[in-house]
């Protein structure tokens, strides 16, 4: 279940009127309270001045309980040798670094005569090599990081929508209790 790390004790619930209609309509109420029958609802207008406003949540701080294990071998991939390891509940990417890149025509080959290919030519298609080489290496590691990211996004995604189905259930049980308040005991 999805909480800011920070806050841990349930909110008191502010309940509004029927579909459409403001919460600002409705009465701030302690959830148990409610439930329990242990306190009277206050009027409206007396509610909204003392109603204690709930800070918003800095989605950086909502703790997602799961499990995820990547592979291994997949982890060992998406790593720098000798740095540390790439963890893909805590690496965001930018928008820049997410972004496709666009398909670049290779250039035509122009063969050199041999008798041009001195130490010059050598010690430049060496350098060439190598900056190829740790361009493709590159772009293997950040594809590697971006697809075990993808799979952990993808099974936070599946275990967040499975809270909110149950959320609304718990939401529409709520809104029942509370019209058979309403029904016993008058409008709030």
């Given at each position: 279940m999805a909480r800011p790390v920070?806050?841990?004790?349930?909110?008191?619930?502010?309940l509004g009127g029927p579909a459409g209609t403001p919460p600002?309509?409705?009465?701030?109420?302690?959830?148990?309270?409610?439930l329990q029958g242990?306190?009277?609802p206050k009027e409206p207008a007396s509610c909204l001045t003392s109603r204690d406003t709930?800070?918003?949540?800095?989605?950086?701080?909502?703790?997602?309980?799961?499990?995820?294990?990547?592979?291994?071998a997949d982890l060992a991939l998406s790593s720098i040798p000798g740095h540390e390891t790439f963890d893909p509940r805590r690496h965001r990417f930018s928008e820049e670094e997410l972004k496709p890149q666009p398909i670049m025509k290779k250039a035509r080959k122009i063969q050199v005569p041999e008798e041009q290919k001195d130490e010059k030519y050598w010690s430049r298609r060496?350098?060439?090599n190598e900056a190829a080489k740790r361009s493709r290496d590159a772009r293997r590691l950040k594809e590697?990081?971006?697809?075990?990211?993808?799979?952990?996004?993808?099974k936070?995604?599946?275990?967040?929508r499975q809270e909110v189905v149950?959320?609304?259930q718990e939401l529409s049980h709520y809104r029942a209790v509370l019209s058979r308040y309403q029904a016993q005991h008058g409008a709030l």
């Open positions: 920070s806050d841990r004790t349930p909110a008191p619930l502010l600002g309509g409705g009465a701030l109420l302690g959830l148990r309270s409610l242990t306190s009277k709930p800070s918003p949540v800095d989605p950086d701080t909502v703790e997602v309980l799961m499990t995820f294990e990547p592979d291994p060496y350098k060439n590697n990081q971006i697809s075990v990211r993808a799979a952990f996004l993808e936070e995604n599946a275990l967040l149950a959320v609304r």
